[in-house]
């Protein structure tokens, strides 16, 4: 790991590697220059390493890997974004990436493999060793996203009849405990789950006082299959540092621990946030056309809401075409509406990911938003109809455009609500469809109201 100073000189003032060392890097790749490439990288930790492969360009990647041969460090491979990581696998032995492996935690090495054809994953699988193998193998039959793919399955499980002594010598005897941990499981000799004990707790006790006496009773297990959203809840609930995860037999299969934690939580929000936006699982890394791919079905599905909303303008061309001054207003009212939905809407998607609104409380969420949504309708209305009195000298026409503000806003907040919880109730995600519903009905109700009244009052 390098020290303060090379830390300083490795990244700039927002955290970011520096140019000049990947340049030094790049070059080096380039010249085929072995040596120097290892001088520059090897002390790097595996998250900056991680950054630097991330930063190359893709013919370079696994030519660095190689380049830096046994040495390597593995764990950055797991910190790679997904994108990143599956197109250096693809190009790196299948002799290699099982080294690797051998390195990592069981969580980390489940990550690096889910995704890699059948083909490919059983034959880096066959080259592990049998306990490994095992492991992997059973960790890679639980649901994606779920609770068996992010637990370690390396932990520390004794008898209730140890003794703390035998405890404590069998953990500095022992050649295959896991890195770091935070707790001891007790278990029955079927490895039923009974309890746990601090390590705190452990070496605080007297060496001759018994196991059982100290176990702590009162855990909150994880279902194998629990999903990861959940499991992160659950940390956050009750300020978990680590939690044992059970089958359905309530036997003892692995642990989950904060640091894996805070990357599912950072992984669901970046996850949906990407959905909003109709870009789901993409990152800055992916190829040109597999981007193209992931974003057209948006763009279809928003150019057919889009032509829905033309043909809203279209029923009153004649209104418009009397009256020049709706055309140059219209964007305004629907700007309006569809930024108060999108507000609301984010609001309402976020609350529905964290639990915080539900059948209990939509009611009353929903009543506030449409306060809200009124109290924004009124203001606005009264400032855009000044601007409209001022900027044309028709009064009429800003009482028109005051009276569409307040309806679009109204409807804007409602929508903005009712849509993510009608998709939350048919067990859709909200944040993969609710941006396209919302601004379409923005647009429509905008442009309708605003039409609409303009063709009854002004023309």
């Given at each position: 790991?390098?020290?303060?100073?090379?830390?300083?000189?490795?990244?700039?003032?927002?955290?970011?590697?520096?140019?000049?060392?990947?340049?030094?890097?790049?070059?080096?790749?380039?010249?085929?220059?072995?040596?120097?490439?290892?001088?520059?990288?090897?002390?790097?930790?595996?998250?900056?390493?991680?950054?630097?492969?991330?930063?190359?360009?893709?013919?370079?990647?696994?030519?660095?890997?190689?380049?830096?041969?046994?040495?390597?460090?593995?764990?950055?491979?797991?910190?790679?974004?997904?994108?990143?990581?599956?197109?250096?696998?693809?190009?790196?032995?299948?002799?290699?990436?099982?080294?690797?492996?051998?390195?990592?935690?069981?969580?980390?090495?489940?990550?690096?493999?889910?995704?890699?054809?059948?083909?490919?994953?059983?034959?880096?699988?066959?080259?592990?060793?049998?306990?490994?193998?095992?492991?992997?193998?059973?960790?890679?039959?639980?649901?994606?996203?779920?609770?068996?793919?992010?637990?370690?399955?390396?932990?520390?499980?004794?008898?209730?009849?140890?003794?703390?002594?035998?405890?404590?010598?069998?953990?500095?005897?022992?050649?295959?405990?896991?890195?770091?941990?935070?707790?001891?499981?007790?278990?029955?000799?079927?490895?039923?789950?009974?309890?746990?004990?601090?390590?705190?707790?452990?070496?605080?006790?007297?060496?001759?006082?018994?196991?059982?006496?100290?176990?702590?009773?009162?855990?909150?297990?994880?279902?194998?299959?629990?999903?990861?959203?959940?499991?992160?809840?659950?940390?956050?609930?009750?300020?978990?540092?680590?939690?044992?995860?059970?089958?359905?037999?309530?036997?003892?299969?692995?642990?989950?621990?904060?640091?894996?934690?805070?990357?599912?939580?950072?992984?669901?929000?970046?996850?949906?946030?990407?959905?909003?936006?109709?870009?789901?699982?993409?990152?800055?890394?992916?190829?040109?056309?597999q981007t193209t791919k992931r974003r057209f079905t948006w763009l279809l599905v928003n150019l057919a809401t889009a032509i829905l909303a033309s043909a809203v303008i279209s029923m009153f061309d004649a209104t418009i075409e009397q009256m020049v001054?709706?055309?140059?207003?219209?964007?305004?009212?629907?700007?309006?509406?569809?930024?108060?939905?999108?507000?609301?809407?984010?609001?309402?998607?976020?609350?529905?990911?964290?639990?915080?609104?539900?059948?209990?409380?939509?009611?009353?969420?929903?009543?506030?938003?449409?306060?809200?949504?009124?109290?924004?309708?009124?203001?606005?209305?009264?400032?855009?109809?000044?601007?409209?009195?001022?900027?044309?000298?028709?009064?009429?026409?800003?009482?028109?455009i005051a009276a569409a503000m307040i309806v679009n806003l109204i409807i804007a907040a409602l929508a903005g609500i009712l849509i993510p919880l009608a998709l939350d109730a048919l067990d859709l995600d909200p944040a993969i469809a609710s941006g396209?519903?919302?601004?379409?009905?923005?647009?429509?109700?905008?442009?309708?109201?605003?039409?609409?009244?303009?063709?009854?009052?002004?023309?």
């Amino acid at each position: 790991m390098q020290d303060a100073a090379s830390e300083v000189q490795l990244r700039d003032e927002e955290g970011a590697l520096r140019s000049d060392f990947l340049h030094a890097v790049q070059a080096a790749l380039d010249e085929g220059d072995a040596e120097k490439s290892r001088d520059l990288t090897l002390k790097l930790h595996e998250a900056d390493l991680a950054d630097l492969i991330q930063l190359l360009r893709p013919d370079q990647r696994a030519p660095f890997i190689s380049m830096l041969g046994h040495e390597f460090n593995a764990a950055a491979l797991s910190e790679l974004d997904e994108g990143v990581r599956d197109q250096v696998l693809d190009t790196l032995p299948n002799q290699q990436v099982a080294d690797a492996l051998q390195q990592l935690d069981s969580d980390e090495a489940v990550y690096l493999i889910e995704n890699l054809d059948k083909e490919d994953q059983s034959d880096i699988l066959a080259k592990l060793p049998s306990f490994e193998r095992a492991n992997l193998e059973r960790s890679l039959e639980y649901p994606e996203d779920s609770a068996g793919r992010i637990m370690q399955t390396d932990l520390i499980a004794v008898p209730p009849f140890w003794s703390v002594g035998q405890t404590i010598d069998y953990m500095r005897d022992s050649q295959e405990l896991p890195d770091r941990f935070y707790e001891i499981f007790v278990v029955d000799p079927a490895f039923h789950l009974i309890g746990s004990v601090a390590l705190d707790r452990l070496l605080r006790s007297k060496r001759p006082i018994n196991i059982d006496t100290i176990t702590e009773r009162d855990i909150r297990p994880i279902p194998v299959e629990s999903d990861q959203e959940e499991v992160a809840r659950q940390f956050e609930r009750y300020n978990l540092t680590s939690a044992p995860v059970i089958d359905e037999g309530r036997r003892l299969v692995g642990v989950i621990t904060a640091d894996d934690v805070v990357e599912v939580i950072q992984e669901e929000a970046s996850e949906d946030i990407l959905r909003m936006g109709g870009v789901a699982g993409e990152s800055v890394s992916d190829p040109v056309w597999q981007t193209t791919k992931r974003r057209f079905t948006w763009l279809l599905v928003n150019l057919a809401t889009a032509i829905l909303a033309s043909a809203v303008i279209s029923m009153f061309d004649a209104t418009i075409e009397q009256m020049v001054a709706l055309a140059v207003l219209m964007p305004i009212v629907a700007s309006m509406g569809g930024n108060a939905g999108t507000q609301t809407m984010t609001v309402a998607v976020r609350a529905l990911a964290t639990q915080d609104l539900g059948s209990v409380n939509a009611a009353r969420v929903i009543g506030r938003e449409a306060a809200v949504g009124v109290l924004n309708g009124l203001v606005f209305a009264a400032i855009m109809g000044t601007i409209v009195v001022l900027w044309f000298g028709d009064t009429p026409l800003g009482l028109v455009i005051a009276a569409a503000m307040i309806v679009n806003l109204i409807i804007a907040a409602l929508a903005g609500i009712l849509i993510p919880l009608a998709l939350d109730a048919l067990d859709l995600d909200p944040a993969i469809a609710s941006g396209v519903f919302v601004t379409t009905v923005t647009d429509v109700v905008g442009f309708f109201a605003f039409l609409g009244l303009a063709a009854m009052w002004l023309v």
